[in-house]
């Protein structure tokens, strides 16, 4: 074989800052992983974000990337990584680059190989860092043409924080992310207002592992598991305590493990959301291709940042249109 496996770290300034109730940042780290075939000059593209949060770091992830550059030029496949690697963000670049190599190659788009319908435009959601409930509607406020709206909640004074979101923006559908934030304690009280305030959705209120008072309370809004659930491997272990998943190619490990999960979740009964990390256009294109599936779309990382890689995803305000050859796939 002819392929060479190539990894690189790119930072990209996010526009002003993305905070979260872990942190807050500037800029977004991303590995970008090449998969080159000499004999016909294609090549492939797949990129990834590190999360902490998984144990991850861009220097660890470059790592398992560069230890699969035998297996590449030996040929290996996209069915070969789901053993050949863990789920997490390194697989997830290779993948995508095996991915759009291959459409490269075969002259078809990457839906088809993927055995998918064509993708469509969706509309994204749109993230509102978490803040003070006076800075968090003032940013409502700024967005308020949106038609979705994710909130980033932190726990303590959350209730006050959706209040204020949804008197900035009092025509958007609102879906909240506490990024398991909230404790047994207080996730009665802040379901209350976040059903006063007309939520739709609630990502991730309770630590992953410590949820399994989800299974025991009334939820008069849909809970979708983020942090408690990265493949198939997991559904079993969500028994009754959500009533959705979100899907992050990063977190499944790549475009072939998502379509999978997709399709299992969904026998399930459980409602998807296709979600990002803070990355460019590149990371968001594999995504596109499960967004019409979803009943929730939030790949808006390249709204978030300063500068996007080009060529880039085309966004009409909230919608965001597929990707074109030239991006990926």
């Given amino acids: 074989m002819t392929r060479r496996l190539t990894v690189a770290v790119e930072r990209f300034p996010i526009a002003g800052a993305f905070t979260i109730a872990r942190g807050s940042r500037t ?35 470059c790592a398992l990337i560069s230890e699969q550059a035998d297996a590449i030029a030996a040929g290996a496949t996209r069915t ?6 863990k789920a997490g963000a390194a697989r997830n670049a290779v993948d995508c680059a095996l991915l759009d190599l291959e459409a490269k190659q075969r002259g078809r ?15 994204t959601a749109y993230t509102l860092s978490l803040g003070t409930p006076e800075s968090m509607e003032e940013a409502a406020r700024g967005a308020a043409h949106r038609p979705l709206l994710k909130v980033k909640l932190g726990g303590e004074g959350d209730p006050e924080r959706i209040a204020a979101v949804r008197r900035g923006a009092p025509e958007s559908r609102l879906i909240v992310d506490a990024n398991e934030a909230w404790r047994g304690e207080t996730i009665e009280a802040n379901l209350a207002a976040c059903l006063a305030a007309g939520v739709g959705l609630i990502e991730q209120p309770l630590p992953a592992g410590e ?8 939820r008069p809004i849909p809970i979708c598991a983020d942090e408690s659930l990265h493949d198939r491997a997991g559904l079993d272990a969500l028994s009754d305590r959500y009533d ?20 299992e979740a969904k026998a399930r009964g459980l409602s998807l959301m296709i979600g990002c990390m803070v990355g460019t256009s590149l990371a968001m294109a594999p995504a596109m291709l499960l967004a019409h599936h979803a009943d929730y779309v939030d790949l808006d990382g390249p709204l978030l940042l300063a500068r996007d890689r080009e060529p880039a995803l085309r966004f009409d305000g909230s919608l965001i249109h597929p990707p074109t050859p030239d991006l990926w796939g």
């Fill in 211 to 218: 949820d399994a008072l989800l299974a025991r309370i009334a």
């Fill in 244 to 263: 959705a998943i979100n899907i992050k190619l990063d977190k499944a490990g790549g475009l072939t493990e998502a379509v999978m999960l997709a399709h």
């Fill in 80 to 85: 070969d990584l789901l053993t050949l690697m």
């Fill in 109 to 123: 788009p990457a839906w088809e190989i993927a055995g998918l319908s064509p993708p469509q435009v969706a509309t």
């Fill in 27 to 61: 800029e977004a780290v991303v590995v970008l992983a090449t998969i080159t075939d000499d004999a016909d000059g294609h090549l492939g593209r797949g990129e990834c974000v590190p999360y902490p949060r998984y144990g991850e770091s861009p220097e660890g992830v």
